[in-house]
Structures are given as structure tokens and as C-alpha cells.
């Protein structure tokens, strides 16, 4: 479920990046599937000035099929596999002891 404070991903509308998925925060609640978004940018990479780092996008449609100028659940991919953990290191055995000399 969405709310205000989701991350979600929108889709670059226009531009060097169109059609790339940038991250953004939810902060109005949906209506009718539309929010408003601070999509964090890739500035200059993104055809903005490179000293901003954040866009305030308006009435944003939800898009299943992940269209420019939608936004979207973040796609979940399948975890990587997690290497087997090495058993802890034992410590070196103690030589028996002796039995005192008489």
C-alpha cells in the first residue's frame, strides 16, 4: 500500500534519461492513483542544472506497464544467494597435561 513517505520509482518523462526509472518519495495521498513525487534526479545526467538534486512532480498517474511520466511500486528482484556461512574458527587444542614430577 502507498502513502505519504512510499519510495517509489518514476519514470523519466522526457529528455537524455526518458523511460529510466528514478527514485521518489510519496508526498500527498493517492487519488485516483495520482500523487505528488520528489523524484531524486540525476542531475545534469538527467538534463537538469547538476546543483539540483530533487524535482517536484505533480498529479503523477500509476502505471502498471511502467510508462515515462508514470510512477510504480518498486520491482522486487529475487534476493542474491547468500554465500554459506564458514563455521567458526576452533581454537588450537591445549597439550594434555603433565603430571607432576616426584
Do not use: C, K
Not at 502513502?3 to 522526457?14: K, L, R
Amino acid at each position: 500500500m502507498v502513502g505519504i513517505g512510499s519510495i517509489v520509482h518514476f519514470v523519466m518523462p522526457a529528455g537524455p534519461s526518458r523511460g529510466e526509472h528514478r527514485p521518489a518519495i510519496v508526498v500527498t495521498e493517492p487519488i485516483d492513483g495520482r500523487v505528488n513525487l520528489q523524484v531524486f534526479i540525476d542531475g545534469s545526467n538527467d538534463g537538469y542544472p547538476h546543483t539540483r538534486s530533487t524535482v517536484w512532480m505533480q498529479a503523477v498517474p500509476y502505471s502498471e506497464t511502467m510508462e515515462p511520466g508514470t510512477w510504480h511500486e518498486i520491482e522486487t528482484e529475487e534476493p542474491l544467494e547468500e554465500p554459506p556461512e564458514e563455521p567458526p574458527e576452533e581454537p588450537p587444542e591445549e597439550p594434555p597435561e603433565e603430571p607432576p614430577e616426584e
